[in-house]
């Protein structure tokens, strides 16, 4: 077999070109430019991201890797470190952002190191464009996207292993660099592209490939990359919705699609304005020849690269690796962000890469043929670029402080972005306010009246407000427009359960957890509905599925304690309450039915203990009065009991049971 061709040696560098110095450099300038995100909250689907609660637990760990629709995408690495940060720091969103952070920086340094092993020229301007491009700014200050920057760390931790490979053929080197190709594509299996990114590079290198030497050790990454690349594509459809409907697109759509999108990305490296979280969705439409004019410039663009191969197969090999590395994002395969829009800036992370890696190559051979006065104002005019851009990104950083300045600055940067009004909508009801919701909500609406999710919202908006029949209507309307509607149904039962119609609520509650088992909260809606029916065993085994999904979920503790209480089950009732306090040491009616079940069972010293509790965190509480009068009068404290039966009717003069208390302490009953 063929030897092939060896790569250069890397020359000594002096101190200033040190790998450590330029990693310091790479890391104190991404977390410059970064600065506002240090303090920046969650948006959007982060809570989808960061573990839930149902998967803290160890065994949650096993899930992640072994039941794919535990996690939102079945990325097993990615859900680990979100997994391992929550152990580290829980909910709070500065460790997540910064850790996002230091992954960006990283990727920056490696990105340099893989430059540099290929002498790719102004390796380090290229590394630093990269860190500082306000084009990645949707991928590092949305900490959903970690799976961009801790895929990218793997993704080029393992082109490194391979090219070591490929220059020594140890087979260490080789198992190194397929182990961390396999933790990138189970980070984000966009990284399947590196195999085939790999063989331009060695193509651009050497001219030719050799079926041996180069393409053969490749086959297993290939392998492994088209099954997470269809694994994810499986998901999308069956768990994240990515089907039917806005997807449903013909071929000729996906090539109008794949040759607009490449040049929109190309031309936000190279003018990075107007970037926004959603961008407008284009209208696609394969009649009209006019949008066949942007696909065919690509085409034409490659031939001419193509065309100049043999004077220089850079240009063609940089084409290659920008499109190709663009490729799941293109149109060709369905992902659910293109239901509102075809292309975002996450989407180019590692392809903006290659651009800037390019530029930079460009211009630190064209600064060879000058003279030193010229090359020094080369270098102070990309220092002020490099400076330009990090105040881009810097200013770029402040719409990702929370939701609702980003969907804010979405909707002044891009007014029909739907989504942007509904999910401002949806964050002004987790505030209270229900009618500054509705009207977001309308907005959405009005952008797109086939829009279901705002129906729902809408919805929302109206029940929160107490507005239950126009809310009812809205969930129709939105089940009319998706049947399928997890959401809808479970909120429609919700309403139903809330308006007194526990019969009519079992079913819509029923078939949201048909199509999605794992809403804790609607398993807890359906146990009310089954306990005001009557059907107090499915209750039991209603409140314990929430639990089971959502194990800080209080009030299912507390409901499934009161109902096994009711069947007589003292001692499970006793514990499921201990485990509501154990979560919310606060919640006062949980010491109240513990102590209640406590009296039924003879423990009337430890019932006194939790009214007194109860009372200790709500004074207000009539029924903790009434009981421990109670108990006290059982204990003979006559004069105590007394005082808490006139607290309770002082509170609540309709508690009959305080009235009747009271007649027998007083007549020394």
Not at 168 to 182: C, I, N, V
Request: overall charge neutral; proline content about 5%; hydrophobic content about 50%.
């Amino acid at each position: 077999m063929p030897r092939p061709s060896q790569s250069p040696v890397e020359p000594s560098e002096p101190w200033w070109r040190d790998s450590w110095f330029a990693a310091a450099v790479l890391a104190l300038a991404v977390f410059a430019a970064y600065h506002p995100v240090w303090h920046a909250g969650f948006v959007w689907d982060d809570d989808a991201h960061v573990t839930a609660p149902v998967l803290r637990p160890l065994h949650g760990l096993w899930r992640i890797w072994f039941e794919p629709g535990a996690t939102q995408q079945y990325y097993p690495v990615l859900y680990s470190a979100f997994w391992l940060e929550h152990r580290a720091w829980g909910d709070a969103a500065t460790g997540y952002h910064l850790a996002n952070l230091a992954l960006h920086a990283c990727a920056a340094f490696l990105l340099l190191r893989v430059l540099r092993a290929l002498s790719v020229p102004g390796a380090f301007l290229g590394a630093a464009l990269f860190a500082l491009h306000p084009v990645g700014v949707e991928t590092v200050a949305w900490i959903s996207e970690q799976k961009n920057t801790l895929s990218a760390v793997f993704y080029l931790l393992a082109a490194l292993a391979y090219l070591r490979f490929d220059r020594e053929r140890r087979h260490g080197w080789y198992a190194l660099g397929l182990g961390l190709f396999l933790l990138a594509v189970l980070s984000k299996s966009v990284t399947a592209t590196l195999p085939a990114a790999l063989l331009v590079i060695f193509w651009w290198k050497r001219g030719r490939l050799s079926p041996m030497g180069d393409v053969l050790p490749l086959v297993p990454w290939l392998c492994a990359g088209v099954g997470a690349g269809l694994m994810t594509t499986w998901m999308e459809r069956t768990h994240v919705g990515a089907a039917g409907g806005a997807l449903a697109l013909g071929f000729a759509e996906r090539f109008l699609i794949a040759g607009r999108a490449a040049w929109f990305y190309l031309g936000k490296i190279f003018w990075p304005a107007g970037l926004t979280f959603i961008y407008p969705r284009w209208a696609i439409d394969a009649r009209d020849p006019a949008q066949y004019l942007l696909p065919a410039a690509a085409l034409a663009a490659l031939a001419a690269l193509w065309a100049v191969r043999a004077r220089s197969r850079a240009p063609l090999a940089v084409g290659l690796l920008f499109v190709g590395t663009l490729f799941p994002a293109l149109g060709f395969i369905n992902v659910f962000p293109f239901i509102y829009s075809f292309v975002a800036d996450h989407f180019q992370y590692l392809g903006a890469a290659v651009i800037l890696s390019a530029a930079a190559a460009a211009v630190a051979l064209g600064v060879r043929h000058i003279g030193p006065a010229p090359r020094l104002f080369a270098g102070v005019a990309m220092l002020g670029l490099l400076g330009f851009l990090g105040t881009l990104t810097r200013r770029q950083c402040a719409i990702y402080a929370d939701s609702d300045t980003l969907w804010r600055a979405t909707i002044a940067r891009n007014p029909s972005a739907w989504m942007a009004y509904n999910n401002l909508a949806a964050g002004l009801l987790e505030k209270g306010r229900g009618e500054e919701a509705a009207r977001f909500a309308r907005m959405s609406l009005d952008s797109d009246p086939g829009n279901a999710e705002a129906n729902v919202t809408l919805g929302d908006a109206l029940r929160q407000q107490g507005h239950l029949d126009e809310a009812l209507s809205e969930y129709r309307k939105a089940l009319d427009l998706q049947p399928g509607s997890v959401v809808a149904h479970a909120n429609l039962g919700a309403t139903l359960l809330q308006a007194g119609h526990a019969d009519r609520a079992i079913p819509e509650l029923e078939r949201a957890l048909e199509l999605k088992p794992d809403l804790a909260r609607t398993n807890a809606n359906l146990a009310d509905a089954y306990l005001q029916s009557g059907r107090i065993d499915d209750a039991i085994t209603r409140y314990g599925d929430a639990i089971a999904y959502d194990p800080e979920n209080v009030e299912a503790h507390a409901n499934l304690g009161t109902t096994l209480a009711q069947k007589g089950r003292t001692k499970d009732a006793i514990a499921q309450f201990k485990a509501a306090l154990a979560i919310n040491p606060r919640f006062a009616i949980a010491e109240v039915n513990l102590g209640n079940v406590l009296l039924q069972a003879g423990r009337s010293d430890e019932a006194i203990t939790h009214y007194a509790k109860a009372l200790e965190i709500d004074p207000g509480s009539s029924a903790a009065h009434n009981n421990l009068g109670y108990c006290l009068l059982q204990a003979g404290r006559r004069e105590e009991a007394i005082a808490h039966f006139r607290q309770a009717l002082e509170i609540d003069p309709s508690n009959a049971g305080a009235g009747r208390n009271l007649s027998d302490a007083l007549s020394g009953k």
